[in-house]
Protein backbone atom coordinates (compact mmCIF):
# COMPACT_ATOMS: atom_id res chain seq x y z
CA UNK A 1 0.00 0.00 0.00
CA UNK A 2 1.77 3.33 -0.90
CA UNK A 3 1.05 6.55 0.79
CA UNK A 4 1.33 10.18 -0.31
CA UNK A 5 3.23 12.41 2.04
CA UNK A 6 3.43 16.29 2.01
CA UNK A 7 6.58 16.91 2.68
CA UNK A 8 8.36 20.56 3.18
CA UNK A 9 12.32 20.53 2.65
CA UNK A 10 14.35 23.57 3.82
CA UNK A 11 16.83 24.57 1.90
CA UNK A 12 18.78 27.87 1.68
CA UNK A 13 16.69 30.54 -0.41
CA UNK A 14 14.29 27.74 -1.30
CA UNK A 15 11.18 26.69 0.47
CA UNK A 16 9.45 24.25 -1.76
CA UNK A 17 6.32 21.80 -0.87
CA UNK A 18 6.63 18.43 -2.43
CA UNK A 19 4.66 15.58 -2.21
CA UNK A 20 5.72 11.91 -1.79
CA UNK A 21 5.11 8.39 -2.21
CA UNK A 22 6.27 6.43 0.86
CA UNK A 23 5.95 2.42 0.45
CA UNK A 24 5.09 0.42 3.22
CA UNK A 25 6.65 -3.02 2.51
CA UNK A 26 5.12 -5.69 3.97
CA UNK A 27 7.21 -7.88 6.50
CA UNK A 28 8.82 -10.89 4.72
CA UNK A 29 8.89 -14.46 6.46
CA UNK A 30 11.10 -17.28 6.00
CA UNK A 31 10.91 -20.49 4.50
CA UNK A 32 12.83 -23.55 4.75
CA UNK A 33 13.18 -25.68 1.92
CA UNK A 34 15.46 -29.51 2.18
CA UNK A 35 17.41 -30.72 -0.63
CA UNK A 36 19.86 -32.75 -1.50
CA UNK A 37 23.70 -31.37 -0.41
CA UNK A 38 25.05 -31.40 -4.01
CA UNK A 39 21.66 -30.10 -5.51
CA UNK A 40 21.67 -27.30 -3.67
CA UNK A 41 25.47 -26.64 -4.45
CA UNK A 42 24.47 -26.67 -8.54
CA UNK A 43 21.73 -24.19 -8.04
CA UNK A 44 23.24 -22.23 -6.10
CA UNK A 45 26.12 -22.03 -8.52
CA UNK A 46 22.92 -21.26 -11.46
CA UNK A 47 21.60 -18.84 -9.76
CA UNK A 48 25.23 -16.77 -9.46
CA UNK A 49 25.71 -17.13 -12.97
CA UNK A 50 22.24 -15.70 -13.85
CA UNK A 51 22.97 -13.02 -11.40
CA UNK A 52 20.27 -13.90 -8.51
CA UNK A 53 20.27 -15.54 -5.49
CA UNK A 54 18.29 -18.61 -4.29
CA UNK A 55 15.68 -16.64 -2.44
CA UNK A 56 15.20 -14.65 -5.74
CA UNK A 57 14.60 -17.58 -7.78
CA UNK A 58 12.05 -19.23 -5.93
CA UNK A 59 10.33 -16.11 -5.32
CA UNK A 60 10.36 -15.78 -8.63
CA UNK A 61 8.91 -19.37 -9.28
CA UNK A 62 5.65 -18.64 -6.38
CA UNK A 63 4.72 -15.51 -8.15
CA UNK A 64 4.63 -17.21 -11.45
CA UNK A 65 2.80 -19.80 -10.30
CA UNK A 66 0.02 -17.70 -8.65
CA UNK A 67 0.16 -15.56 -11.52
CA UNK A 68 -0.82 -18.52 -14.17
CA UNK A 69 -2.46 -20.28 -11.64
CA UNK A 70 -0.48 -23.74 -12.79
CA UNK A 71 2.89 -25.44 -12.13
CA UNK A 72 5.24 -22.83 -14.72
CA UNK A 73 6.82 -26.41 -16.23
CA UNK A 74 5.87 -29.64 -17.15
CA UNK A 75 5.24 -32.36 -14.44
CA UNK A 76 4.81 -35.93 -15.36
CA UNK A 77 7.03 -39.12 -16.28
CA UNK A 78 7.79 -40.54 -19.62
CA UNK A 79 5.86 -43.82 -19.56
CA UNK A 80 7.57 -45.32 -22.99
CA UNK A 81 10.75 -45.75 -20.65
CA UNK A 82 9.12 -48.33 -18.42
CA UNK A 83 8.28 -51.26 -20.49
CA UNK A 84 6.59 -53.34 -18.07
CA UNK A 85 3.90 -50.54 -17.21
CA UNK A 86 2.92 -50.16 -20.93
CA UNK A 87 2.41 -54.04 -20.59
CA UNK A 88 -0.13 -53.36 -17.69
CA UNK A 89 -1.83 -50.65 -19.01
CA UNK A 90 -2.04 -52.52 -22.27
CA UNK A 91 -3.09 -55.33 -20.60
CA UNK A 92 -6.00 -53.17 -18.12
CA UNK A 93 -7.01 -51.47 -21.53
CA UNK A 94 -7.60 -54.82 -22.94
CA UNK A 95 -9.28 -56.16 -19.79
CA UNK A 96 -11.79 -52.96 -20.19
CA UNK A 97 -12.66 -53.46 -23.90
CA UNK A 98 -13.09 -57.64 -23.93
CA UNK A 99 -13.63 -58.49 -19.98
CA UNK A 100 -15.81 -61.85 -21.79
CA UNK A 101 -12.20 -62.81 -22.39
CA UNK A 102 -11.04 -63.26 -18.90
CA UNK A 103 -12.05 -65.28 -15.63
CA UNK A 104 -13.84 -63.07 -13.14
CA UNK A 105 -15.11 -63.97 -9.81
CA UNK A 106 -17.72 -64.07 -6.86
CA UNK A 107 -15.82 -63.54 -4.07
CA UNK A 108 -11.79 -62.91 -2.98
CA UNK A 109 -12.12 -66.37 -1.12
CA UNK A 110 -13.23 -67.97 -4.70
CA UNK A 111 -9.93 -66.54 -6.52
CA UNK A 112 -7.53 -66.83 -3.76
CA UNK A 113 -9.35 -70.70 -4.02
CA UNK A 114 -8.12 -70.79 -7.77
CA UNK A 115 -5.08 -69.23 -8.21
CA UNK A 116 -3.76 -70.73 -5.19
CA UNK A 117 -4.57 -74.44 -6.55
Known amino acids: MALIKDVVLTMPLINTRIKVEVIKMEANINVNIRMNRELKKQFEAF ?4 GINMTTAFT ?3 KK ?3 EHRIPFDVGCDRTENKEVL ?7 DIKQHPEKYKTYNSTEEMFEDVLK
Open 47 to 50: CDEV
Open 60 to 62: MFV
Open 65 to 67: TLR
Open 87 to 93: EILQEIN
